[in-house]
């Protein structure tokens, strides 16, 4: 009989070996180096219009950047996504330009350092009206009404192509560190900091 009562845990022994464990653990947590952390790479989201005629101020395409951006973060999660500058490398550079026939196009390249895309797969094109939208649309839309058209034409024209969505993702995972919400990596023993495990 006394042998049983003996392996039962008594609960303040546990509790005291979890205190003892938790005060051991604050004491060590200063030897070692702080543990390094990953976080999602940005990428940012570049808009210019290539149209000779059709031109929106700077302010307008910055707030057509920040919507598509929106759009790409749904999509493609596991990077951050911002309105950038010409400056601000990786870049989603969604642009439009017009063919010799007149027809205008929405295109969307990777590009990761000054005017290097990644690579012949990493610049994607659609027309940026679907047949018949000319027709009933022959302008181009106002400022104001640029951030939602030019948004909506993404996600609907580009987007909206299962190959090309897998292709942007594939494109974004080879160039680009892919990133998550927080990893955690564990900090490296050094003679410095022997009793780091």
Known sequence: MEIASQNQHCPS???????LF???????????PQAGAQH???????????????????AVEQEISAHVAKI??????????RA????DFPQLRVEITQESNDKRLLGLSLVVDRDQPVGPGSRWREPLFAPGDAILRPVMPTDAE???????????????NPV????????????????GSVVLIPPQRTSENPRCN
């Open 13 to 19: 022994l546990l509790s005291s070996r979890s205190l």
């Open 22 to 32: 938790l005060l051991g653990a604050a004491i060590c947590t200063p030897l070692c």
């Open 40 to 58: 999602p790479a940005t990428v940012n989201v570049i808009f210019h219009s290539r149209l000779p005629a059709y031109r929106p101020p700077t």
């Open 72 to 81: 790409c973060a749904d999509k493609f999660p596991h990077w951050r996504y």
């Open 84 to 87: 950038g500058t010409d400056a």
């Open 146 to 160: 640029a951030p939602t058209f030019f948004a909506e034409a993404f996600e609907q024209q580009l987007l909206s």
């Open 164 to 179: 090309i969505l897998r292709e942007i993702l594939a494109a974004l995972s080879d160039a680009v560190p892919l990133g």
